[in-house]
């Protein structure tokens, strides 16, 4: 059964640095095209970061204007993961970090449980 498993949250001062890790589990990584959510209370869940499978087709890579020039994702074809790496944290990156993987060709779409972020002085 396909499983994303989501690591690396944690509670940290403004300006430092987490990095999330999302194992995927049981899919054809290569053809997915994987992404980083997060939602806070009261809000939806809003996409922060992705990157398009490129096994077929170009690498895209997408990150939503509050986050771009502070995180960057990566992919590892090989170790069927995908990592957000997240810089210069803010008090409003709080929340819970979900990863996601697409693949539309199949209409296949799988979450992760969520791996809580709270940036707090």
């Known amino acids: 059964q396909a499983q994303l498993e989501e690591s690396g949250g944690g509670l940290v001062q403004p300006g430092e640095s987490l990095r999330l890790s999302c194992l995927a589990r049981?899919?054809?990584?290569?053809?997915?095209?994987m992404a980083w959510y997060r939602q806070t209370p009261g809000k939806q869940r809003e996409l922060v970061a992705s990157?398009?499978?490129?096994?077929?087709?170009?690498?895209?890579?997408y990150y939503s204007d509050s986050v771009k020039g502070r995180f960057t994702i990566s992919r590892d074809n090989t170790l069927d993961t995908v990592d957000l790496q997240m810089n210069s944290l803010k008090f409003e990156d709080t929340g819970v970090y979900y990863c996601?993987?697409?693949?539309?060709?199949?209409?296949?779409?799988?979450w992760g449980q969520g791996t809580q972020v709270t940036v707090s002085s």
């Open positions: 990157i398009t499978q490129d096994t077929t087709r170009d690498r895209v890579i």
């Open positions: 049981d899919i054809a990584f290569l053809y997915y095209n």
């Open positions: 996601n993987a697409d693949n539309p060709d199949v209409q296949r779409n799988y």
